[in-house]
């Protein structure tokens, strides 16, 4: 039994592994036609993303948000609901978070956490909408909560170009107000942005662990993801997994967009989270990780570290910076082959012995 | 076939099997479930290729690859599970592959329908070509089935289970047709495990056990004693079954009535009861409301009007769990569409239904050690096989995975159980052992409603017999009145004299 | 508004209509082979990037076209290598290559122009328009149908010949039994598999049409992820007209509104709020079309 174990264990680690090499090797072969020595930009790309301190403060940071959409997804998907949403639901509720910071009479500890809550609910009912489409009237849940996604953009953007407008700012930026510095999360320095939101992100996405392995509700969901009418059958209530599970998706994708918010802009600006692609980029990493939080915690640091080490790239030797989503998507389609598997199949067809199931 | 050979992995299926048919005779291939029968006649149609072996056909090497090369060489199959597409017509599905051709591209349906019905007077078997193969009974679709195989141009017809799915009155019809078919010049491959059709058609019988060939003989010269002996490797013996004091009433049924798309009901006006010690056995045909039966039984199902009471509590319309809480199991009639996670563990496979109860599981959280010995103990209990607690429970065999279920339902030590299907698909111990641990609840005075489709299972265990036809209650009967004439009569739609 | 304003108003909605149309159809024709296709974005994407680089190289209209269209069908091959060769599921080969292929064209973009956001001028042509000079009678028709081009009418064209396809040939007969039964298609000697990888690569060509009059229509530009979810909206329709090639016209064409709506609404309405009714519109539509079906299906048992 402990053989069996370790077997899987390997199997579960070698088969990430191996896809992270061969998406890098796709990285490198795209480098190789632009002219850039991939040898060269990968050193920049990592000693400027994990290997100074600076950056790896800066990797830290930006994996925050991306860990915890990543978790968001990862409540929906293993339960079978599809949710495409995360980027909308972030910014619900990123923007009444900080509606609540700059309008209401909150400041200090309390203050954030009644933010956060407010910004984390908003997002969970702004998941909701579709879910109870979906359950009432067969309204396809990757449909509405993609579709939403750009209609929430259109709209939150709206709010810090009229409304909500920082009149300080210079004509170009759309951005609100800062909010204020008691609600903020502490900062160790101000030569980077490393603040104490990364840990409360860390602490929620083990705690998300524990919720899956360990609890009914975990329990009840992943079965509800793996087969319906088992879950059915066993006495498992679909409708009340259904809305659990995408209120618990939309809530933690609003605590997502918080921690960016109170931790790092301190504002809401102008499509914060369209553009940055946190909610795309830590969809990724889970599904890399296969829906297990504590994995998704290892690779949305290691993907926020191609991002910022994209970014240097960019910036000093002009490989565009996308060179890091390109690689990130190769790696989840690599994985979602499950490499080990199909050489594993291969090998045991040449050896004569077909189709022997492995592991 | 020569030689043939072929592994899954570790499990040999086809052992060095050779077999030879000659033209214009009926060959029975019989062997339980898992002997390698099924293999051996894929790898003849092409569907699993062979890892060693050749087949040759009028003397000439062929190498079999797919389905259409094994068309091409005049073999044809009719499935156990039809390969019909019911949205099509009759016509549409007998010429598929084949289709008459108008101007290169265009399906010819006119032609089409015009070569069936020459084909249904060639071989007097008769279909409309224009009908819906969804609004056909099923031994209307093994009929198109066949037809297909003779459209292709069969000269070799392998018959796979082909009277698993028939009543006993149809299964006559199709008997006949197969040996009008052997008078039409077809040479016939004919696989089953009921040893009576044998008896009844077969030329040659070829007995497999386990992956190997064991004996071929000619018909007249063997008998079903002797067949079922080499089948099974040892004499079975069969299970009395003593009379038992029955209990108070567990289940009964009032006036259920379960409306259907169609306009028709799908269950209409059912009454049924079972006491305790007592196995009630529905007999039918698949697809006659047994299936919504169980549903609107376990609460997965709304229905319009009637009751359901299961152990004095009424749980007409309630939630699953409010069933399960009231005293009913269930053994899915689909082990795999209902009755496991495929790619969850098999701990949490065995706990479902379980994990609620106290020493699993507190304030919503569980205690893993317990639910980790829990699983353990009842597959050890129930016999199944596996290599750890955590592998996924694809990895089992079928007749593992069903012995999981039905130790998992068990284990529930609910007053009432329903079986439905419980040994559906799995090989003969398993069903034995499955069978013993069913008449073992109802020796411990619980009530257990049996509903299979298998007649031989019903007549085992069963104390009364239900027949269920079109989703009403075509009759009733004591373990002692009951024939299998009769139940075949009512499970057919008609109705018995007198 | 007057009559004209009304004509100019169809004639964007034609234009809007023609990419939704021809992913729609790319979606219906996977989904009839049991094949649910969510890279439809990545398609049309990956075709309007690459007609516009071949013109900005070649100012040649069949040239764009051609590129553009075989861009769309090899994103829609390697969709099918993986999600059917290799059983990946659908959601997750749709998801990553619909973001490759976001990221695989900006990546692009600054290598070949040099600067993110819009590539556009340079002489590049668009795509040749016809104009019915026989309408020319009624103003009103004429500027309904003024400066189409040529793949504009096409998408109505195709839709018509799918229909025929699947209701009168072999291979369309057997592409719909593929969607009915693997297993069956397979045993009976018709290659499943083949069909799917098939069906999804001529989702591609289809999606490569609208992709191109996507960035070639109406101002020939490419902007960073221009197709702004038109291939979930494409997803919408088709399911909306239950995968038939025919009421898939009406869909496309609901959806075409709203997407002209959007742009025409804006001298009265904030863009902000414009912008947003297309996608909010798809949600609504479907959630309606869901109410209609579980109506439909809740009548016939009221009867019994």
Same mark, same amino acid.
């Not at chain 2, 955590?390 to 609910?414: D, F, P, T, Y």
């Not at chain 3, 556009?120 to 400066?147: C, H, W």
């Given at each position: 039994?402990?053989?069996?174990?370790?077997?899987?264990?390997?199997?579960?680690?070698?088969?990430?592994?191996?896809?992270?090499?061969?998406?890098?090797?796709?990285?490198?072969? +795209?480098?190789?036609?632009?002219?850039?020595?991939?040898?060269?930009?990968?050193?920049?790309?990592?000693?400027?993303?994990?290997?100074?301190?600076?950056?790896?403060?800066?990797?830290?940071?930006?994996?925050?948000?991306?860990?915890?959409?990543?978790?968001?997804?990862?409540?929906?998907?293993?339960?079978?609901?599809?949710?495409?949403?995360?980027?909308?639901?972030?910014?619900?509720?990123?923007?009444?978070?900080?509606?609540?910071?700059?309008?209401?009479?909150?400041?200090?500890?309390?203050?954030?956490?009644?933010?956060?809550?407010?910004?984390?609910? %908003?997002?969970?009912?702004?998941?909701?909408?579709?879910?109870?489409?979906?359950?009432?009237?067969?309204?396809?849940?990757?449909?509405?909560?993609?579709?939403?996604?750009?209609?929430?953009?259109?709209?939150?953007?709206?709010?810090?170009?009229?409304?909500?407008?920082?009149?300080?700012?210079?004509?170009?930026?759309?951005?609100?107000?800062?909010?204020?510095?008691?609600?903020?999360?502490?900062?160790?320095?101000?030569? *980077?942005?490393?603040?104490?939101?990364?840990? +409360?992100?860390?602490?929620?996405?083990?705690?998300?662990?524990?919720?899956?392995?360990?609890?009914?509700?975990?329990?009840?969901?992943?079965?509800?993801?793996? *087969?319906?009418?088992?879950?059915?059958?066993?006495?498992?209530?679909?409708?009340?997994?259904?809305?659990?599970?995408?209120?618990?998706?939309?809530?933690?994708?609003?605590?997502?967009?918080?921690?960016?918010?109170?931790?790092?802009?301190?504002?809401?600006?102008?499509?914060?989270?369209?553009?940055?692609?946190?909610?795309?980029?830590?969809?990724?990493?889970?599904?890399? %990780?296969?829906?297990?939080?504590?994995?998704?915690?290892?690779?949305?640091?290691?993907?926020?570290?191609?991002?910022?080490?994209?970014?240097?790239?960019?910036?000093?030797?002009?490989?565009?910076?996308?060179?890091?989503?390109?690689?990130?998507?190769?790696?989840?389609?690599?994985?979602?082959?499950?490499?080990?598997?199909?050489?594993?199949?291969?090998?045991?067809?040449?050896?004569?012995?077909?189709?022997?199931?492995?592991? | 076939?020569?030689?043939?050979?072929?592994?899954?992995?570790?499990?040999?299926?086809?052992?060095?099997?050779?077999?030879?048919?000659?033209?214009?005779?009926?060959?029975?291939?019989?062997?339980?479930?898992?002997?390698?029968?099924?293999?051996?006649?894929?790898?003849?149609?092409?569907?699993?290729?062979?890892?060693?072996?050749?087949?040759?056909?009028?003397?000439?090497?062929? &190498?079999?690859?797919?389905?259409?090369?094994?068309?091409?060489?005049?073999?044809?199959?009719?499935?156990?599970?039809?390969?019909?597409?019911?949205?099509?017509?009759?016509?549409?599905?007998?010429?598929?592959?084949?289709?008459?051709?108008?101007?290169?591209?265009?399906?010819?349906?006119?032609?089409?329908?015009?070569?069936?019905?020459?084909?249904?007077?060639?071989?007097?078997?008769? #279909?409309?070509?224009?009908?819906?193969?969804?609004?056909?009974?099923?031994?209307?679709?093994?009929?198109?089935?066949?037809?297909?195989?003779?459209?292709?141009?069969?000269?070799? !017809?392998?018959?796979?289970?082909?009277?698993?799915?028939?009543?006993?009155?149809?299964? @006559?019809?199709?008997?006949?047709?197969?040996?009008?078919?052997?008078?039409?010049?077809?040479?016939?491959?004919?696989?089953?495990?009921?040893?009576?059709?044998?008896?009844?058609?077969?030329?040659?019988?070829?007995?497999?056990?386990?992956?190997?060939?064991?004996?071929?003989?000619?018909?007249?010269?063997?008998?079903?004693?002797?067949?079922?002996?080499?089948?099974?490797?040892?004499?079975?013996?069969? &299970?009395? $079954?003593?009379?038992?004091?029955?209990?108070?009433?567990?289940?009964?049924?009032?006036?259920?009535?379960?409306?259907?798309?169609?306009?028709?009901?799908?269950?209409?006006?059912?009454?049924?009861?079972?006491?305790?010690?007592?196995?009630?056995?529905?007999?039918?045909?698949?697809?006659?409301?047994?299936?919504?039966?169980?549903?609107?039984?376990?609460? $997965?199902?709304?229905?319009?009007?009637?009751?359901?009471?299961?152990?004095?509590?009424?749980?007409?319309?309630?939630?699953?769990?409010?069933? &399960?809480?009231?005293?009913?199991?269930?053994?899915?009639?689909?082990?795999?569409?209902?009755?496991?996670?495929?790619?969850?563990?098999?701990?949490?496979?065995?706990?479902?239904?379980?994990?609620?109860?106290?020493?699993?599981?507190?304030?919503?959280?569980?205690?893993?050690?317990?639910?980790?010995?829990?699983?353990?103990?009842?597959?050890?209990?129930?016999?199944? &096989?596996? @290599?750890?607690?955590?592998?996924?429970?694809?990895?089992?065999?079928?007749?593992?995975?069903?012995?999981?279920?039905?130790?998992?339902? !068990?284990?529930?030590?609910?007053?009432?159980?329903?079986?439905?299907?419980?040994?559906?698909?799995?090989? #003969?111990?398993?069903?034995?052992?499955?069978?013993?641990?069913?008449?073992?609840?109802?020796?411990?005075?619980?009530? $257990?409603?049996?509903?299979?489709?298998?007649?031989?299972?019903?007549?085992?265990?069963?104390?009364?017999?239900?027949?269920?036809?079109?989703?009403?209650?075509?009759?009733?009967?004591?373990?002692?009145?009951?024939?299998?004439?009769?139940?075949?009569?009512?499970?057919?739609?008609?109705?018995?004299?007198? | 508004?007057?009559?004209?304003?009304?004509?100019?108003?169809?004639?964007?909605?034609?234009?809007?209509?023609?990419?939704?149309?021809?992913?729609?159809?790319?979606?219906?024709?996977?989904?009839?082979?049991?094949?649910?296709?969510?890279?439809?974005?990545?398609?049309?994407?990956?075709?309007?990037?690459?007609?516009?680089?071949?013109?900005?190289?070649?100012?040649?209209?069949?040239?764009?076209?051609?590129?553009?269209?075989?861009?769309?069908?090899?994103?829609?091959?390697?969709?099918?290598?993986?999600?059917?060769?290799?059983?990946?599921?659908?959601?997750?080969?749709?998801?990553?290559?619909?973001?490759?292929?976001?990221?695989?064209?900006?990546?692009?973009?600054?290598?070949?122009?040099?600067?993110?956001?819009?590539?556009?001028?340079?002489?590049?042509?668009?795509?040749?328009?016809?104009?019915?000079?026989?309408?020319?009678?009624?103003?009103?028709?004429?500027?309904?149908?003024?400066?189409?081009?040529?793949?504009?009418?096409?998408?109505?064209?195709?839709?018509?010949?799918?229909?025929?396809?699947?209701?009168?040939?072999?291979?369309?007969?057997?592409?719909?039994?593929?969607?009915?039964?693997?297993?069956?298609?397979?045993?009976?000697?018709?290659?499943?598999?083949?069909?799917?990888?098939?069906?999804?690569?001529?989702?591609?060509?289809?999606?490569?049409?609208?992709?191109?009059?996507?960035?070639?229509?109406?101002?020939?530009?490419?902007?960073?992820?221009?197709?702004?979810?038109?291939?979930?909206?494409?997803?919408?329709?088709?399911?909306?007209?239950?995968?038939?090639?025919?009421?898939?016209?009406?869909?496309?064409?609901?959806?075409? =509104?709203?997407?002209?709506?959007?742009?025409?609404?804006?001298?009265?309405?904030?863009?902000?709020?414009?912008?947003?009714?297309?996608?909010?519109?798809?949600?609504?539509?479907? =959630?309606?079309?869901?109410?209609?079906?579980?109506?439909?299906?809740?009548?016939?048992?009221?009867?019994?």
């Amino acid at each position: 039994m402990d053989d069996f174990r370790r077997k899987k264990l390997i199997d579960d680690v070698a088969s990430p592994m191996i896809a992270i090499l061969a998406g890098l090797l796709v990285g490198a072969i +795209v480098m190789l036609l632009t002219g850039t020595n991939p040898l060269f930009a990968y050193k920049e790309m990592f000693t400027k993303s994990f290997f100074r301190p600076y950056y790896l403060a800066e990797t830290l940071v930006r994996s925050a948000p991306i860990m915890l959409s990543g978790v968001a997804a990862a409540v929906a998907w293993r339960a079978g609901y599809i949710n495409l949403g995360m980027q909308g639901q972030m910014a619900v509720g990123g923007l009444v978070a900080t509606v609540m910071a700059i309008y209401l009479p909150v400041h200090s500890w309390w203050g954030t956490v009644l933010c956060f809550a407010g910004g984390m609910g %908003a997002a969970a009912l702004t998941a909701l909408i579709p879910t109870y489409l979906d359950y009432k009237f067969k309204a396809s849940l990757i449909i509405t909560t993609l579709m939403l996604n750009y209609a929430i953009n259109h709209i939150t953007n709206y709010f810090v170009a009229y409304p909500m407008r920082d009149p300080a700012g210079d004509g170009m930026a759309q951005q609100s107000v800062q909010i204020a510095r008691s609600l903020r999360f502490y900062r160790f320095s101000n030569k *980077n942005a490393m603040n104490t939101s990364v840990f +409360v992100a860390i602490i929620v996405v083990v705690l998300l662990y524990f919720v899956f392995t360990k609890t009914k509700f975990g329990y009840e969901s992943k079965i509800t993801g793996l *087969n319906k009418n088992f879950a059915q059958y066993g006495g498992i209530r679909s409708m009340r997994t259904m809305f659990q599970t995408m209120a618990l998706s939309g809530a933690l994708s609003g605590f997502a967009a918080c921690i960016e918010i109170f931790g790092v802009r301190y504002r809401y600006v102008n499509s914060m989270f369209s553009s940055t692609g946190y909610a795309w980029t830590g969809l990724m990493a889970m599904l890399i %990780a296969g829906y297990n939080p504590l994995l998704t915690l290892v690779y949305s640091i290691f993907l926020a570290g191609l991002n910022i080490g994209g970014t240097a790239l960019q910036r000093n030797v002009g490989v565009p910076m996308q060179i890091a989503d390109i690689i990130q998507c190769c790696i989840t389609l690599f994985v979602s082959v499950k490499i080990l598997h199909e050489y594993k199949r291969m090998k045991a067809f040449s050896k004569g012995t077909a189709r022997g199931r492995t592991s | 076939m020569k030689h043939i050979t072929k592994a899954y992995g570790p499990l040999v299926a086809n052992d060095d099997i050779s077999l030879t048919l000659n033209k214009g005779e009926i060959l029975a291939v019989v062997g339980e479930n898992g002997a390698g029968k099924s293999t051996l006649m894929k790898i003849l149609y092409g569907l699993e290729s062979a890892d060693s072996g050749e087949i040759l056909i009028n003397g000439e090497v062929r &190498r079999i690859r797919s389905p259409y090369d094994a068309i091409a060489c005049g073999i044809g199959m009719v499935q156990q599970h039809f390969m019909l597409f019911p949205p099509f017509t009759a016509a549409e599905n007998i010429v598929y592959g084949h289709e008459p051709k108008s101007r290169t591209v265009f399906f010819n349906r006119r032609e089409a329908v015009k070569s069936v019905k020459a084909l249904c007077t060639q071989y007097g078997m008769y #279909i409309d070509p224009d009908v819906k193969v969804a609004d056909c009974p099923v031994g209307l679709q093994q009929r198109i089935e066949i037809l297909k195989v003779l459209y292709q141009g069969a000269d070799i !017809i392998i018959f796979d289970e082909p009277s698993a799915v028939l009543t006993p009155q149809e299964v @006559t019809e199709l008997l006949k047709t197969i040996k009008d078919l052997k008078r039409a010049g077809k040479s016939i491959i004919l696989i089953t495990h009921k040893l009576s059709e044998v008896m009844a058609v077969a030329d040659r019988v070829m007995v497999m056990r386990l992956g190997n060939l064991i004996k071929v003989m000619q018909r007249e010269e063997t008998s079903i004693e002797e067949m079922s002996f080499l089948m099974v490797g040892h004499t079975l013996k069969t &299970r009395e $079954i003593q009379k038992i004091q029955q209990g108070r009433q567990i289940l009964s049924v009032e006036h259920l009535t379960l409306a259907g798309t169609a306009g028709k009901p799908v269950i209409d006006d059912v009454n049924i009861n079972v006491r305790g010690g007592e196995i009630v056995g529905i007999a039918g045909v698949s697809g006659n409301g047994q299936s919504e039966l169980i549903q609107c039984l376990t609460g $997965i199902r709304k229905f319009q009007s009637g009751r359901i009471i299961i152990n004095g509590t009424d749980v007409s319309n309630c939630p699953v769990q409010e069933n &399960r809480d009231s005293g009913c199991a269930c053994i899915p009639e689909d082990r795999y569409f209902w009755g496991n996670a495929a790619e969850a563990t098999l701990v949490e496979n065995s706990i479902m239904s379980h994990y609620k109860k106290t020493h699993l599981m507190k304030h919503g959280i569980f205690n893993k050690k317990n639910t980790c010995t829990f699983a353990n103990d009842i597959m050890a209990e129930f016999d199944v &096989r596996y @290599t750890s607690d955590r592998q996924a429970i694809q990895e089992l065999s079928g007749g593992n995975v069903q012995k999981l279920i039905v130790a998992r339902e !068990i284990m529930q030590h609910s007053p009432f159980l329903i079986a439905a299907e419980p040994t559906r698909g799995i090989d #003969i111990g398993a069903i034995d052992f499955i069978h013993g641990k069913l008449l073992e609840k109802r020796e411990q005075g619980d009530a $257990i409603l049996l509903i299979s489709s298998e007649l031989t299972e019903i007549f085992a265990l069963s104390d009364r017999i239900y027949v269920m036809y079109e989703g009403r209650i075509a009759g009733e009967f004591t373990r002692e009145e009951a024939t299998i004439d009769k139940v075949g009569l009512l499970m057919m739609g008609g109705a018995l004299d007198g | 508004m007057n009559n004209l304003y009304l004509a100019a108003v169809i004639n964007t909605t034609f234009r809007y209509t023609t990419p939704v149309l021809f992913a729609a159809l790319g979606s219906l024709f996977c989904t009839k082979a049991a094949v649910f296709n969510v890279a439809l974005e990545g398609q049309l994407l990956a075709a309007s990037f690459v007609a516009i680089v071949a013109n900005y190289y070649t100012n040649n209209v069949l040239i764009s076209l051609l590129a553009g269209v075989a861009a769309g069908a090899f994103v829609a091959w390697i969709v099918a290598i993986f999600q059917i060769k290799w059983k990946v599921r659908d959601m997750v080969v749709g998801t990553a290559m619909n973001l490759l292929v976001q990221s695989v064209t900006a990546f692009l973009m600054q290598i070949i122009y040099g600067s993110r956001g819009t590539v556009q001028g340079f002489g590049m042509v668009a795509l040749t328009k016809i104009n019915l000079s026989f309408l020319k009678f009624s103003p009103f028709l004429y500027r309904m149908f003024e400066d189409l081009s040529t793949i504009d009418y096409l998408g109505y064209i195709v839709a018509v010949l799918i229909f025929i396809y699947f209701k009168k040939t072999v291979s369309g007969f057997h592409h719909l039994s593929v969607g009915i039964s693997g297993t069956a298609a397979d045993s009976l000697g018709v290659k499943s598999q083949r069909i799917q990888i098939r069906a999804v690569v001529i989702s591609g060509i289809l999606c490569g049409f609208g992709g191109v009059v996507h960035a070639m229509g109406n101002v020939t530009v490419f902007a960073e992820n221009m197709t702004s979810g038109r291939g979930f909206i494409a997803m919408g329709a088709a399911s909306m007209a239950q995968s038939h090639p025919l009421v898939a016209i009406g869909s496309s064409l609901f959806f075409g =509104t709203m997407l002209s709506l959007s742009k025409t609404l804006q001298g009265y309405i904030n863009s902000y709020f414009t912008e947003a009714i297309p996608y909010l519109c798809t949600v609504l539509a479907i =959630t309606v079309y869901g109410v209609i079906v579980t109506m439909q299906k809740r009548k016939p048992a009221m009867k019994a």
